[in-house]
């Protein structure tokens, strides 16, 4: 039996139970899909996943892709590639793809649900299988002419990547030095060294087009001086899609990392022997924009394999945690005759395993939250009708998936690896995997520290607040309904209390960033609890996600049947926890926020 293990019950119970996903599904952009294929959908991935998807996900660990740098190539193991090739030919990857290019449409609930159940039992593969979203990409933005590029992209199932990190700028992208010249066709020629290009060389595809942050010559400096560009491995026809010379794009290295080691992390180098060519997508200068399109998808996906991951981590460590037999129960520790009894009965086993369990359904929650904002999304523009509230909610939450849902996510499997104690540490089983694959999802498409300043700077104070003002006024409203008796009752009050918390934290910090207006340095007061306050929203949006599971379980409790009763009743008990142990950590960290001062700033380098 593989590693993975999905939970298919939880999602449907959060599509149609808790979200309405069925008043979305069958009409309008979804009419093809409605609540029983979409159901349907669901159970075939996941079966595809627990089976071939996982089978090859600890052999590509333990024997990863290997790199001759004599010809630039990369190789990746045959099991990781039998698992591919059956992902392709499942053709599951035509949902959510551009119709002009075979696809379906497909709610992006439906399509983050399917890609949990991927990214669960096999990150790296889902991650290779980028190219229908970037191809969509090239079909939205790029001209008629290279919309042959994305067709030609689909119909070979080639790879693709996202290029913007240099050796010398890391995550201050405006100050890449690649550079792009102009040629007499079109065409354009790039020059530079980008680096940490996740599937920049690999042989799963005859070919992979890479979308290349580069600057014009004689372009600006800073982010707005940047165009995006399509460079692809080898040159093709555009119209036939037959392939020609190796074009001047090459892995100079493959890094050697700490987990998630199916994926290549390369060097790239680009016009070093032979010209990079390339075409500017749009054929406009506007390469920090479009590129957005693709870090924002990007953010989602790892917010959504980091709780996917997180999620498979706490059901393998309640499945070890019941059969292993240790020690009396605690009650009886003064019988030396008193039975063993398996961890399940140890008070702090059980604490940890709630909390894994609160954690996981929680942010599979805000998953599925954020992508039921992107259903409304689709719907609004089906109709003709305005979205920019909608897509500044979807703006706000993005961070929070992502910096919030890794980091949290990476805590919580350090818990399921305490559940398994020494066992845990072994590779018999696959925690010790886990948390190494997941590190990388608090770093890449932005550190947590990133996100945390994005949260505050473009997400709250560029909006004027208005995304978080309707969010705390969705949640104030939620806590003002008819209690659902005294089982949520005190959960209530206590997410009243965090809420509170959380509006002082950031009233604190909208005072201090006003005072910078006349004193600069008040924007390092600003800048050291930017990613407090990204917790702190992720602690409150999570915990009324759970108390909605709640509502939604205490109503279905009396009719349900004997399985759904103990489903039912472990979503009441995971609102009721996270409410006690976690919510009641959100008001004191106000005061932290309004006591800031300078002093960390004025600490000289050498005490550090």
């Keep these: 039996m593989g590693h993975y293990k999905s939970n298919l019950r939880d999602l449907e119970f959060n599509l149609f139970e808790v979200f309405g996903a069925q008043e979305r599904y069958g009409v309008g952009p979804f009419a093809e899909m409605d609540q029983d294929t979409a159901r349907n959908v669901l159970v075939e991935v996941e079966r595809l996943a627990a089976g071939e998807l996982a089978d090859s996900f600890a052999d590509a660990d333990r024997t990863p892709p290997v790199f001759d740098p004599r010809t630039g190539s990369a190789c990746l193991p045959e099991g990781f590639k039998k698992s591919y090739k059956a992902f392709l030919d499942s053709e599951w990857w035509r949902l959510g793809l551009a119709e002009g290019l075979g696809g379906e449409p497909c709610p992006p609930s439906l399509f983050w649900s399917m890609g949990e159940l991927v ?23 790029g001209t008629e002419e290279q919309r042959k590029i994305a067709r030609r992209m689909v119909d070979g199932r080639w790879g693709a990547t996202m290029v913007l990190t240099e050796p010398d700028a890391g ?5 890449a030095r690649t550079t792009a010249r102009r040629q007499d066709d079109g065409s354009w020629h790039l020059e530079g060294v980008k680096r940490f290009i996740t599937g920049g060389e690999h042989d799963l595809a005859e070919n992979i087009v890479h979308f290349v942050l580069a600057r014009p010559e004689g372009a600006g400096a800073g982010t707005k001086g940047l165009s995006l560009f399509l460079v692809p491995k080898f040159t093709f026809d555009w119209d036939t899609g037959e392939l020609g010379e190796r074009n001047g794009v090459y892995a100079t290295n493959v890094e050697r990392k700490m987990g998630l080691k199916a994926s290549t992390t390369c060097e790239l180098t680009f016009g070093a022997d032979r010209p990079a060519k390339g075409w500017q997508l749009g054929e406009r200068h506007d390469g920090i924009r479009q590129m957005f399109t693709i870090i924002e998808f990007a953010r ?4 959504t394999k980091a709780i996917a991951t997180l999620s498979t981590g706490y059901l ?8 292993r037999v240790q020690g009396p129960d605690l009650a009886a520790f003064a019988d030396k005759d008193s039975p063993r009894v398996a961890i399940t009965r140890h008070p702090d086993v059980r604490r940890s395993l709630l909390g894994q369990k609160a954690y996981a359904e929680g942010m599979r929650a805000l998953m599925l939250h954020t992508a039921t904002v992107q259903d409304r999304i689709a719907e609004a523009e089906h109709r003709g009708e305005p979205a920019d509230r909608l897509r500044s909610m979807n703006d706000l939450l993005l961070p929070i998936v992502k910096g919030y849902g890794s980091e949290k996510s990476y805590d919580q499997l350090t818990e399921c690896l305490q559940t398994l104690g020494g066992s845990g540490y072994l590779q018999d089983y696959p925690i010790e995997q886990y948390i190494r694959d997941a590190k990388i999802d608090s770093l890449y498409e932005g550190t947590t520290a990133i996100q945390g300043m994005d949260f505050f700077f473009r997400k709250i104070v560029k909006d004027s607040g208005q995304a978080f003002t309707a969010l705390v006024e969705e949640i104030r409203a939620f806590v003002g309904r008819e209690p659902g008796g005294t089982k949520t009752e005190a959960a209530r009050e206590l997410l009243t209390a965090a809420l509170d918390g959380l509006e002082g934290m950031l009233g604190a910090m909208l005072g201090q960033l006003a005072e910078a207006q006349s004193e600069p340095r008040n924007m390092h007061r600003v800048g050291q609890h930017t990613t407090r306050l990204l917790f702190a929203a992720g602690d409150v949006v999570v915990a009324y996600l759970l108390q909605r599971q709640a509502e939604v379980a205490l109503r279905k409790l009396p009719t349900a ?3 759904d009763q103990a489903f039912y009743r472990g979503k009441v008990a995971a609102a009721r926890f996270f409410a006690r142990e976690v919510l009641p950590l959100v008001p004191p960290q106000r005061t932290i926020v309004e006591q800031a001062d300078l002093s960390l700033m004025d600490l000289p380098e050498d005490a550090f």
């Design 561 to 563: 049947s004997a399985r």
């Design 119 to 141: 990214l669960g039992a096999n990150p790296a593969l889902w991650m290779y299988t980028g190219f229908p979203s970037f191809a969509s990409v090239i079909f939205r933005l």
């Design 171 to 175: 995550s201050d992208v405006g100050a």
């Design 316 to 323: 393998n460590a309640l499945d070890y945690a019941k059969s």
């Design 300 to 303: 989602m996906l790892v917010g």
